[in-house]
């Protein structure tokens, strides 16, 4: 029994053995082996020197020139309707006229009085000439003459702010009264804004304020214009600092002839510094974005005893970043002009990895893109 139990452990360890050396000859195959390359195909762009217009950006609202809400300045009944909503109106235009008959039939009357009035009254003055009546009778009449033109007077400012006109030129908004309709001193009746220009109001942070200067280029964009970019000129600036915010208000105008802005609007605002900024910029596509660092990866041959395909490999290279400007972002330490950097598929690499540059389908950088579909 002991000895078949030593002939089963004997042969075993013969069968351990001849799987180990089969295994070793198997590795030893491999390892003889060369691995094949995994080249990754990417386009690479040169760090170049440009100059960049200098901006501060903030955001703003739109304000009309001139706008308001039109109102009743005297009580009285709407007796016609001279305007439609959203038409272009001119300074003077009728918009509303109130029930102005009574006033009118005291006008008639106030006016036969100034006549009758006059008459006396320069009869008075022939006869105090001629020295046949007294000074009091003449100065009497001369009081009843200017008391009944002061009343003709009164009467007509009655029924010219019972006529409301249009007090600049501008397009009508949402009509907010109906014919008929009683109206009371203030009572809003429709908004006239003008509309052609616009101001833009925006606020600047008080560090920048040697630099705000008017006559400077301002440029704007909305999310109701997309791809619209509405230049305009700085125009004012408040004399003061604002306590709360220590910024400054500063107002633009923009031209806007098409009418596509409107008092209200919410714009990102970017105002032009009159000096150039020289940076190093790289394609923004470039860059591997992390919470420790922002990185690229140079393109470089690659070392003697590589066998990387085409002689080139990457290096990652953590750098820190500045301001950007269309598909651009300026660097501001980690890279010099000249040096070559992946440009798009840089989150398929690791460093040292090796890859072949093909520019064919390289993407266009631009400084100010349009692009085509949105």
């Given at each position: 029994?002991?000895?078949?139990?030593?002939?089963?452990?004997?042969?075993?360890?013969?069968?351990?053995?001849?799987?180990?050396?089969?295994?070793?000859?198997?590795?030893?195959?491999?390892?003889?082996?060369?691995?094949?390359?995994?080249?990754?195909?990417?386009?690479?762009?040169?760090?170049?020197?440009?100059?960049?217009?200098?901006?501060?950006?903030?955001?703003?609202?739109?304000?009309?020139?001139?706008?308001?809400?039109?109102?009743?300045?005297?009580?009285?009944?709407?007796?016609?309707?001279?305007?439609?909503?959203?038409?272009?109106?001119?300074?003077?235009?009728?918009?509303?006229?109130?029930?102005?008959?009574?006033?009118?039939?005291?006008?008639?009357?106030?006016?036969?009085?100034?006549?009758?009035?006059?008459?006396?009254?320069?009869?008075?003055?022939?006869?105090?000439?001629?020295?046949?009546?007294?000074?009091?009778?003449?100065?009497?009449?001369?009081?009843?003459?200017?008391?009944?033109?002061?009343?003709?007077?009164?009467?007509?400012?009655?029924?010219?702010?019972?006529?409301?006109?249009?007090?600049?030129?501008?397009?009508?908004?949402?009509?907010?009264?109906?014919?008929?309709?009683?109206?009371?001193?203030?009572?809003?009746?429709?908004?006239?804004?003008?509309?052609?220009?616009?101001?833009?109001?925006?606020?600047?942070?008080?560090?920048?304020?040697?630099?705000?200067?008017?006559?400077?280029?301002?440029?704007?964009?909305?999310?109701?214009?997309?791809?619209?970019?509405?230049?305009?000129?700085?125009?004012?600036?408040?004399?003061?600092?604002?306590?709360?915010?220590?910024?400054?208000?500063?107002?633009?105008?923009?031209?806007?002839?098409?009418?596509?802005?409107?008092?209200?609007?919410?714009?990102?605002?970017?105002?032009?510094?009159?000096?150039?900024?020289?940076?190093?910029?790289?394609?923004?596509?470039?860059?591997?974005?992390?919470?420790?660092?922002?990185?690229?990866?140079?393109?470089?041959?690659?070392?003697?005893?590589?066998?990387?395909?085409?002689?080139?490999?990457?290096?990652?290279?953590?750098?820190?970043?500045?301001?950007?400007?269309?598909?651009?972002?300026?660097?501001?330490?980690?890279?010099?002009?000249?040096?070559?950097?992946v440009s798009t598929g840089v989150f398929k690499l690791r460093n040292?990895?090796?890859?072949?540059?093909?520019?064919?389908?390289?993407?266009?950088?631009?400084?100010?893109?349009?692009?085509?579909?949105?």
């Amino acid at each position: 029994m002991k000895k078949k139990i030593i002939i089963a452990i004997i042969g075993l360890f013969v069968v351990i053995g001849i799987i180990a050396g089969i295994k070793g000859l198997q590795i030893g195959k491999m390892m003889g082996q060369k691995r094949p390359v995994n080249v990754e195909t990417v386009t690479a762009a040169a760090v170049q020197p440009q100059n960049w217009e200098s901006t501060l950006s903030s955001v703003g609202s739109l304000v009309a020139v001139q706008g308001v809400m039109v109102s009743a300045e005297m009580a009285g009944k709407v007796a016609h309707i001279a305007f439609e909503p959203g038409s272009m109106v001119q300074a003077g235009d009728l918009l509303v006229q109130q029930d102005v008959t009574a006033e009118t039939a005291q006008l008639r009357s106030a006016e036969a009085s100034l006549a009758l009035a006059k008459v006396n009254y320069e009869r008075a003055s022939k006869l105090l000439q001629q020295q046949t009546n007294s000074r009091s009778e003449y100065d009497n009449a001369d009081a009843q003459y200017k008391q009944a033109s002061a009343q003709v007077d009164n009467l007509k400012a009655t029924i010219a702010k019972k006529t409301i006109r249009a007090p600049f030129a501008g397009v009508l908004g949402i009509r907010l009264i109906n014919l008929g309709q009683m109206l009371s001193v203030g009572e809003a009746i429709v908004s006239l804004q003008a509309p052609d220009p616009v101001f833009v109001n925006f606020s600047l942070p008080q560090q920048q304020l040697t630099k705000i200067k008017t006559g400077l280029t301002v440029r704007i964009k909305s999310d109701a214009l997309p791809g619209k970019i509405l230049e305009g000129t700085i125009t004012a600036l408040n004399p003061q600092v604002d306590a709360a915010t220590r910024n400054i208000m500063v107002q633009g105008t923009i031209r806007n002839p098409d009418l596509l802005l409107r008092p209200g609007m919410f714009v990102t605002v970017t105002m032009v510094l009159p000096e150039q900024q020289a940076v190093l910029a790289i394609p923004a596509t470039g860059v591997v974005n992390a919470p420790y660092s922002d990185s690229v990866f140079i393109v470089e041959n690659a070392p003697d005893n590589s066998t990387a395909a085409g002689g080139k490999v990457v290096r990652q290279q953590f750098v820190r970043l500045g301001i950007r400007q269309g598909d651009f972002v300026a660097v501001t330490a980690g890279l010099k002009q000249g040096d070559m950097i992946v440009s798009t598929g840089v989150f398929k690499l690791r460093n040292g990895q090796a890859v072949a540059v093909d520019n064919t389908l390289a993407p266009k950088f631009e400084l100010a893109p349009t692009p085509k579909d949105r």
